[in-house]
């Protein structure tokens, strides 16, 4: 499934059951945008690292045991907590 899956009738003009709330830039709203951008970018590094793993694979056409474990180190590393 991708997104040209979804019906589309409607969506726009339904209520939200959650209205999103209004844009502040109280300490506790900065804080949160700093902690999300923290996530994010602990999540990406290893997974851009891995991707990075992958093409060369792909592109060499080689598949050993060490480079799948180190994909695999890499794929973990994101699952980790920081």
């Known amino acids: 499934m991708d997104m040209s899956d979804l019906e589309r009738t409607g969506a726009a003009t339904a209520p939200r059951s959650h209205p999103a709330p209004a844009a502040d830039d109280s300490e ?45 180190d890499e794929v973990d590393g994101a699952r980790q907590p920081a």
């Open 28 to 72: 506790a709203t900065q804080r949160w945008h700093r902690l999300v951008t923290e996530i994010g970018a602990a999540t990406a590094t290893p997974l851009t690292s891995a991707l990075e793993r992958i093409h060369t694979l792909i592109t060499s056409g080689k598949i050993d045991r060490t480079s799948l474990r180190a994909l695999r």
